[in-house]
């Protein structure tokens, strides 16, 4: 007796996976921004009790201060993350001549710059005032720049990585690390009292909306 055969399910488009993945990361960062913007009275009396909790915190293990700051400066920075994304986009025309990869890649990072000092501009949110402060910070506070440039290059080096099929060590490797560096980068921020948490999870949003989309853009547009 011949069975008839189940068709098995389509698999996902990458490309329709993240444009609505971005669509969900950029509605979450909206409201996030409306609620900012709009000073709504839970989200700021959140993000003040959080953040007088971390100050005295940070006040009080000056070790762990240390460590963080040295992290946020050097490791974390958004000027270490573009020279890392530059050094990369210099290895992928130099080794296998992928000129839009690497031009992509770096334009992608350069909208990130953009679009968090527009939004700092736009919104010129206060960073919280300590009378005993254990770092400094210019500009205003809505998005935090380090979390939403951490996430875009680190995600974006991420995705090429898995790409080009990175063997299983190699990757979990690499998920590791970017985890704890864009997880880490927000905390530390937070920790030494330059932003406010929801500043944070701005430019954790944000940074995953870009990252969402430039892979949208790469898999539809690719030569």
Request: proline share 6%.
């Amino acid at each position: 007796m011949h069975t008839p055969s189940v068709d098995s399910p389509p698999t996902p488009s990458p490309y329709g996976t993240a444009v609505r993945t971005a669509i969900g990361l950029g509605l979450c960062s909206l409201l996030v921004s409306i609620l900012v913007a709009a000073e709504w009275h839970p989200l700021v009396s959140a993000d003040g009790d959080i953040s007088r909790t971390t100050h005295r915190w940070a006040v009080a293990d000056p070790g762990v201060t240390h460590a963080c700051r040295i992290l946020t400066d050097w490791v974390w920075d958004p000027l270490t993350m573009r020279l890392l994304c530059a050094a990369v986009a210099v290895w992928l025309v130099w080794r296998r001549s992928a000129w839009w990869t690497a031009v992509w890649l770096v334009t992608v990072s350069a909208v990130g710059t953009v679009l968090q000092q527009g939004l700092k501009a736009a919104v010129g949110r206060e960073r919280p005032v300590w009378t005993d402060p254990v770092d400094s910070a210019h500009y205003a506070a809505y998005p935090s720049g380090h979390a939403l440039t951490a996430t875009v290059v680190l995600g974006l080096l991420l995705w090429l990585l898995h790409r080009h099929g990175a063997g299983r060590a190699p990757w979990r490797t690499a998920v590791a690390v970017v985890v704890v560096s864009v997880a880490g980068v927000g905390l530390t921020r937070v920790w030494l009292g330059v932003h406010w948490p929801t500043d944070v999870l701005g430019g954790w949003l944000m940074g995953a909306m870009l990252v969402s989309l430039a892979i949208a853009a790469h898999v539809r547009w690719r030569p």
